[in-house]
């Protein structure tokens, strides 16, 4: 879910709520996802500290019958009978103090795909079903659940069929236990990797330059909590898909293995940043991180899009953001190590050129603030995303709002989170009225082209559109629109989507 980063701990609070707003019916099938990172999510931020099993009580639609549709064996060839090709356009290289990295060999322009990854595996997130078909994630109304646990939904038999060897972990699992059927997204995730890697014995596409056994895990560099949660994540493996998995590999495999998802793991978003499910894309991941990327990455249903947002050259390494970007040079900084364990040294890192006006102080004191009160007012923001989000977002915003203008990243992180509370309250006046202060300062704030404004955008059309200011709206999704063409690519279905709605407008 997508993931924000001020300090670890904070968004798994977020992931939590979000998931709350998300579930509310709005116009704009709000949200309150926290701030897209479109890239390995720690595993405190990705899969914990949500409810993780929430009992789904959709709406019935077309019942089908009979979810034990097996996979017949295939006889595979041995390991690397598949010529390994590379991604074109692009080379695996070893970066200067970065180790493996990606490289351009030709000219890439802005909005060029510069290559997809289908996931290794992915999983849908428990609280999106019956709204996505799990072996797709297809968005649509109607889709046929599974006969037995009548928890997993899919578009037609071939979903079905194609997810059966995933879902039949899970599927008389859920029967069995439940409503204490409650594994975290990692645990899930790494449960169907395990079967993958078994049923798997050559490269696959989604590894033409990184295998997942190539993934670094990290385990020197993890604190006792890490290991504690790892730990537990291996005990939730065990007690729940034991059954359905024979011989699960040995605990230091194990360690190993949640290690490596935690590190390069990504969360699926939708065009509003809205959690979808988790995956793992291996040639997605070797890419190095900088907090000014020349690539997004989007979703194709479970396919990972990497397009260029700046001109890329050859000889140019690719750079993915790992973070979100939001916020001041010290706070990305923290997020990167406590996360990914590195020292980002990227331009925007060294420059720190934006941090001013993310940082920026009310204009009209009598007397400006001393380093000492601005560095204390920090902390407070900090803990208040941490500890007292909800009750605290109005009153956090007027305590702030005596040293820090709006623009400032905090007080725009306050007012994204109480946009949200009003999505969940359906007063989508109040929604609107934050979504309009939150847009211009996130488009000085971010990247030129970024997820996070886009989302804004959406999110602000779709909620002018409901409340019939059909000038507005259009103007919003427009914005979205220009960003998404770039980001997404012009014959993405979410672009498509929003050229609808703004058509249906005229
Ligand atoms: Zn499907
Ligand atoms: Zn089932
Ligand atoms: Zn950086």
Redesign the pocket.
């Known amino acids: 879910m997508r993931a924000t980063g001020i300090t670890s701990g904070c968004d798994a609070a977020i992931a939590a709520y979000a998931r709350r707003v998300s579930s509310a019916s709005c116009p704009t099938r709000g949200t309150a996802a926290p701030q897209s990172s479109a890239r390995p999510a720690a595993p405190e931020r990705r899969a914990r500290g949500r409810p993780s099993n929430q009992p789904v009580s959709h709406s019935v639609h077309r019942e089908r019958s009979g979810a034990a549709v097996r996979l017949t064996k295939r006889t595979r060839p041995g390991k690397g009978t598949m010529k390994n090709e590379g991604i074109e356009g692009t080379e695996r290289f070893l970066s200067p103090d970065k180790g493996r990295g990606l490289r351009a060999v030709r000219h890439f322009a802005v909005g060029e795909l510069v290559f997809a990854c289908p996931a290794y595996s992915y999983v849908l997130t428990v609280n999106e079903r019956a709204a996505h078909?799990e072996?797709?994630?297809?968005r649509k109304e109607g889709l046929s659940k599974c006969g037995k646990c009548k928890q997993a939904f899919?578009?037609?038999v071939d979903?079905q069929k194609g997810d059966w060897p995933m879902h039949k972990l899970e599927c008389s699992a859920m029967c069995a236990y439940g409503e204490n059927w409650c594994p975290s997204e990692t645990v899930r995730l790494v449960a169907r990797i395990i079967m993958k890697q078994r049923a798997t014995t050559e490269r696959t596409p989604s590894e033409r330059l990184l295998l997942l056994t190539e993934f670094e895990s990290h385990l020197d560099k993890l604190d006792s909590e890490k290991e504690e949660m790892n730990q537990s994540d291996i005990a939730a493996l065990h007690h729940f898909y034991s059954k359905h998995i024979i011989d699960l590999p040995d605990n230091q495999a194990l360690i190993e293995l949640f290690g490596q998802v935690n590190c390069n793991g990504f969360t699926i978003e939708d065009e509003e940043l809205s959690h979808l499910g988790s995956a793992v894309f291996p040639d997605v991941a070797l890419m190095n991180h900088s907090c000014s990327p020349n690539v997004i990455v989007t979703y194709k249903g479970t396919v990972a899009e990497v397009r260029a947002v700046q001109d890329i050259n050859p000889g140019d390494e690719v750079f993915n953001s790992y973070i979100d970007l939001l916020y001041p040079t010290e706070d990305r900084r923290e997020r990167l190590i406590d996360s990914y364990f590195f020292n980002c040294q990227c331009d925007e890192c060294t420059s720190k050129s934006k941090d001013k006006a993310k940082m920026e102080i009310k204009k009209k004191l009598s007397s400006p603030p001393e380093p000492e009160e601005i560095r204390a007012m920090v902390h407070y923001a900090k803990n208040v995303i941490e500890d007292e989000l909800l009750e605290m977002c109005e009153l956090s915003q007027e305590k702030m709002g005596s040293i820090f203008a709006d623009t400032n990243v905090y007080m725009l992180h306050m007012m994204y989170q109480a946009m949200g509370v009003c999505l969940y309250m359906q007063d989508w006046d109040g929604a609107m009225s934050y979504g309009e202060k939150i847009v211009q300062p996130y488009s000085v704030h971010y990247p030129a082209y970024s997820l996070n404004v886009a989302s804004m955008y959406l999110k602000l059309g779709r909620l002018y559109l409901g409340l019939e200011r059909k000038t507005q709206g259009v103007k919003a999704l427009k914005k979205a629109q220009g960003i998404m063409e770039v980001a997404h690519g012009k014959d993405h279905h979410y672009v498509a989507e929003v050229k609808r709605e703004i058509e249906e407008q005229k």
Not at 135 to 138: A, H, R
């Open positions: 078909c072996g797709c994630f297809t899919y578009c037609d979903c």
